[in-house]
């Protein structure tokens, strides 16, 4: 009977290259997920208010509004009001689209600062969190 010229593969190879896809699949899903959370927080969950100033931006992982925890700090002249206006048009908005949250979750907080000068800033403090 006739067999294949074939050499047998060897256990430490094929367990290398078994560990080397285990790490591109693990890979491939994390930057999969990475994206979705990006595209889920900076889409419409937490977007920036129009003109505001960045005053500090932390986050834990790869890249800020994408996987991990994210905190951004923004500061506007506006009045508070018309800050928690837009941002109500803006869940209106998002929840009359019937456009889920996804993988993220976001909040926000506004409230009224006074400067060092002794005049008033709004300031809004955007939270995102996805695949944590």
Known sequence: MW???????SLPRLVFLLVGISFL??????????????????????QPYPGA???ALEYDLFRPRALG?????????????????FY???TLEILNSGRSRGL??????INTVEK??????TRIVLFSACGT
Do not use: M, Y
């Not at 067999?3 to 593969?9: H, I, M, V």
């Not at 699949?25 to 937490?46: F, H, S, T, Y």
């Not at 060092?116 to 800033?121: N, R």
């Open 104 to 109: 993220a979750w976001a909040e926000r907080f």
């Open 53 to 55: 100033e960045t005053v």
């Open 3 to 9: 067999e294949p010229n074939r050499k047998p593969t």
């Open 116 to 121: 060092d000068d002794g005049s008033a800033v």
């Open 69 to 85: 925890e994210t905190r951004w700090i923004l500061e506007t002249d506006d009045d508070e009001d018309t800050v928690r206006k």
């Open 25 to 46: 699949l693990i890979g491939a899903v994390i930057v999969l997920a990475d994206l979705q959370c990006a595209a889920d927080i900076e889409g419409w969950w937490a």
């Open 88 to 90: 109500q048009e803006l």
